[in-house]
């Protein structure tokens, strides 16, 4: 991911770049502050899952991780169920 990131942003400076966060979520603080500054002023995280209410069903440690680490993060839902009458 880190030669994609750095090749989109020498490329395309001005443009933000968003990346899924379901490959982040099982890495450790420490192993995402080991990226460094530059990446990680550079990418702004999409969490999703597959519900309606994505921020509340994926837990505090997992958000409070991420407003360590990352300036910008968004949410976003994949939800594709039918609700039940």
């Known amino acids: 991911m880190t030669v994609v990131v750095k090749y989109v942003r020498a490329k395309y400076p001005e443009k933000r770049i968003l990346i899924w966060d379901d490959m982040l979520r099982h ?34 440690d997992l958000w409070m991780k991420y407003q360590q680490i990352f300036k910008m993060m968004w949410i976003g839902t994949a939800f594709k169920g039918k609700n039940k009458n």
């Open 27 to 60: 890495m450790s603080y420490q192993s995402l502050i080991s990226w460094g500054d530059q990446l990680l002023d550079t990418v702004e995280p999409v969490v999703w899952n597959y519900t309606t209410h994505p921020a509340e069903s994926l837990g505090d």
